[in-house]
């Protein structure tokens, strides 16, 4: 069975910064591509940005350029290094799993493995 845990979440300022954590378990883990993902209250839930095999990453653009998406193959485990945090990053924040190279196109209910989440709120 393949499970992924969150953690890192938290409450912090406007302009902020925080880091979360994706632990998976199981054998399989460099052959995944990682994504982020994160839902507000009442929205659909979104894709933050993805990390290939390869080391590769995709962001949407309201991540380009504050957060970044890194993964230790050694200790399984997925990051989101999320800095200059806005009000509008408040959401629940998960990661996610796809057993392929995340292709072209790839649909957020084609992720096999999805976390908990842990949530993320910024406000002053």
């Known amino acids: 069975e393949v499970k992924l845990v969150e953690s890192g979440g938290g409450s912090v300022q406007p302009g902020g910064s925080l880091r979360l954590s994706c632990v998976v378990t199981?054998?399989?883990?460099?052959?995944?591509?990682m994504g982020w993902f994160r839902q507000a209250p009442g929205k659909e839930r979104e894709r933050v940005g993805i990390?290939?095999?390869?080391?590769?990453?995709e962001y949407e653009d309201s991540a380009k350029g504050r957060f970044t998406i890194s993964r230790d193959n050694d200790k399984n485990t997925l990051y989101l290094q999320m800095n200059s945090l806005k009000p509008e990053d408040t959401a629940m924040y998960f990661c996610?799993?796809?057993?392929?190279?995340?292709?072209?196109?790839?649909?957020?209910?084609?992720?096999?493995?999805w976390g908990q989440g842990t949530q993320v709120t910024v406000s002053s």
């Open positions: 996610a799993a796809f057993g392929d190279y995340c292709y072209r196109g790839l649909s957020i209910y084609e992720y096999q493995y």
């Open positions: 199981g054998n399989q883990y460099r052959s995944y591509c």
């Open positions: 990390i290939e095999r390869d080391g590769s990453t």
